[in-house]
């Protein structure tokens, strides 16, 4: 990645959600998080295995940044209630502190509020992972349930 690029203020403006296809994989499999977030998250490619297996419900999507994949979801949703699980998300160690993990989430939010399928949007967090925390509870996510060091979030997008 070019660093002028990354260095770019109004990077999250340039964000955008792609589904990942044999044209970005590659790109997107080099991504990874800054060495403090490495342990809240799996590596790339082992998403794209648990995507696989798990391929009728689940969907993966590159966070570009104009044409490079600088982020990646890992998206399942429940086939009987319709709720998007977020299962793993990351932004990488180059592009982090720049506004693209909110633009990207907030970018995933619209779009599961206006799909018509999802009642609501889920996901999980690690206890001490206060950034994470801090970006979801400040999109709306509130704690339902904790559990040996996890916190379950939701945001609700109709009753």
Known sequence: MEKNLLKTSS???????????ETNFKACIQLSPSAGQRRY???VVDCLARAYIYRDVSETLAVCLDDRPVGFML???????????LWQFLIDQRCQGRGCGRKAMELIIERARTDGRSPRMTLTCDEDNEAAKNLYRS??????????GEIDMELRFRA
Do not use: K, M, W, Y
Not at 75 to 85: I, V
Not at 140 to 146: A, I, K, R
């Open 41 to 43: 998250v799996l590596p």
């Open 139 to 148: 999109l709306g996510f509130t704690v339902f349930s904790t559990q040996e």
């Open 11 to 21: 990077a999250a403006a340039n964000i955008h959600l792609e589904a990942v296809t």
């Open 75 to 85: 998206l399942r949703r429940d086939p009987e209630s319709g709720s998007l699980f």
